[in-house]
């Protein structure tokens, strides 16, 4: 199975690949600069060649590019919406120097525009971008909290539909649990997957982010829990990582170190649910 952990890049974007093995992971994901500011991604050719090599030599793959936070496609305001523009961009040229298949982006908050108006903002501003041929862009499952938009598969299949790009999904169970879809229980799980396959299409999912959740469900509380040991548990995460229509896509851990459990733990600890 493809799974493997968000990993720093900080010394180069090659050390990626290293830090990616040392969690024994076999796929992953990078920022390429801070998330909470604006900055470009600052790749140098050589450092590009060795990411590309190692991850050939060492990795199944894909890598995810996560965007900046401050990215806000779903925003009515015309200089973030240029700055969001403008950031995505580089991202997804970034990707193609590096060889990565995805960008992944959250649609943002519409603040005001409504529903409708901050999905029409995030289309276009999605087909501003040149997004050069083999880089995949997918919009991630929100937990939905305030007027941030993604919660709702609904919103999701919205941009999907409308966009001139072929966009993909990133499904976050952290974030779809709290954005209300019940991932607790095997019979949830399933629910959650024919809804996802009816309302999006499972054609659409390329990516889940495992995470767990420290908040109920519903909740639009945004805080990752390591594997089982959150509100969606063991029951869960067991049957999201053996559901048929789920297994074979690649997964990526993004709840960092916290009570002595790291990425290699959560690792293993998939490689063992997906076994029982
Ligand atoms: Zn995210
Ligand atoms: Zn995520």
């Not at 779809?176 to 499972?202: C, K, M, N, Q, R």
Request: hydrophobic share 35%; aromatic share 4%; glycine share 10%.
């Amino acid at each position: 199975m493809r799974v493997g952990a968000h990993v720093s890049v900080a010394g180069g974007v090659d050390n990626a690949v290293d830090n990616q093995r040392d969690v024994g992971g076999n796929c992953g994901q990078i920022f390429t600069h801070s998330p909470q500011v604006w900055q470009d991604p600052n790749v140098d050719d050589d450092e590009a060649t060795a990411f590309r090599e190692g991850t050939a030599e060492h990795l199944d793959g894909p890598w995810v590019i996560h965007s900046s936070y401050l990215v806000n496609l779903c925003t009515p305001k015309d200089d973030l919406r240029a700055k969001s523009v403008d950031s995505m961009q580089r991202e997804v040229d970034a990707a193609d120097k590096l060889g990565i298949e995805y960008v992944n982006v959250h649609l943002g908050a519409h603040t005001g525009a409504g529903v409708d108006g901050g999905l029409d903002n995030a289309v276009s501003a999605l087909d501003e971008l040149d997004v050069p041929e083999g880089v995949t862009v997918l919009v991630e499952s929100d937990a939905g909290s305030g007027t941030k938009l993604g919660g709702d598969f609904e919103h999701l299949a919205a941009v999907l539909e409308e966009s001139t790009h072929d966009l993909g999904v990133c499904l976050d169970t952290a974030h779809a649990f709290a954005a209300g879809y019940d991932l607790s229980t095997p019979a949830g799980v399933d629910e959650t997957v024919d809804e996802f396959d009816d309302v999006i299409g499972l054609e659409h999912l390329h990516c889940l982010h495992l995470n767990d959740s420290k908040h109920a469900c519903g909740t639009n509380k945004d805080e990752h829990a390591h594997v089982g040991e959150g509100e969606i548990g063991v029951d869960g995460m067991r049957r999201i990582v053996g559901h048929p229509d789920l297994r074979d896509r690649p997964f990526v851990l993004e709840t960092p170190t916290e009570d002595g459990k790291s990425f290699a733990w959560n690792i293993d600890r998939v490689h063992e649910l997906a076994a029982e």
